[in-house]
């Protein structure tokens, strides 16, 4: 049965895209800074079916329909440098989050043919596939372990560290944030081996998530873009003082270099923020061009270590239009 909230969602999706409201959902959203993010596209192997929300390529190809009918794409970083767009369909750019490949699954021969320019936000270490992010490494072992053996390596690893443990497989996802951030990929390569999962080299090999740096030119060469999610897929919120230099500003230098890249966007992971001065003087310092959240759109005119993104992988409608345009009428009026 629907829930509540699923009524309201479809609701409000359905009112922002209907015919009467239209003109004014447009005006709405020329006054937000509209950026829309994904993650993979396609049917999930092991390593992302506990975070599939059922964008299969079909299902991205549709959204891409409706999306199309109510923004002009156009690249973040025309966007960040606040080109204007012809028409009046409002702009709105599109980005993919943890870096996996876009080019073997089709993605990016699809963006050519409707012409939009999108951005990659990678996560430096997986470029490669040289590692597989400590997300993707808890979802490949849930769906490949038995659930009672994944929960007892789970468990005696938990305790071993004071760590909190999980009652099911299921909570494991949630109760792992807890893992500090400077072990997260030394505790979840012990629970892999635990678990008697392959050796991590022969499954990346096997299923090769992310794009290579080869990859990321032919990318690059294709009119889309490049930006940094961090070197590990890190909590920016929990990231010690010290780790800023590891996780953002080598990583940030190393691609800004190698793929001689002008304007170089940067993500938070799980949308968890830096201190605002930390975020600021990255910014400020040209390590990173803009940051971007989780937390919708921001106002035309927000400083650009302070933009936010809206989700299109769930309830489309409501996500990327219905939801912004309330935000943006909330603000309009002053409460
Ligand atoms: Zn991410």
Known sequence: MMSMKMMIKQLVGGIATSSILAPVMRRSLQSSINIIYYHRVG????YYKSFFSGCTYERFERDLDVLQSY?????LEDMLLGERVTGDK???ALTFDDGFSLIGNGVMDLLNRRGIRATTLVITECLDNRQLMWRHKLSAVLAETPNAQALRAYNQIASANALPTASSPSEIIRVSFEMPMETKDELMDEWWARCGMQPLPAYLAAHQPYFTW????T????GHSVGLHTATHVSCSRLAPDAVDKEIVA???ELRTALDAKVLPFSYPFGHRLPPTIAESLYRDGMIDCVLGIQGYATVGAPLHRLERANGEVELEYSVLGKPALMNARRAMGF
């Open 71 to 75: 923004f002009q794409f156009v690249s």
């Open 43 to 46: 049917t999930p192997p092991s």
């Open 251 to 253: 990583p940030a230098r």
């Open 219 to 222: 990318w690059r060469k294709n």
């Open 214 to 217: 080869e990859e990321l030119r």
């Open 90 to 92: 409002p702009a709105a």
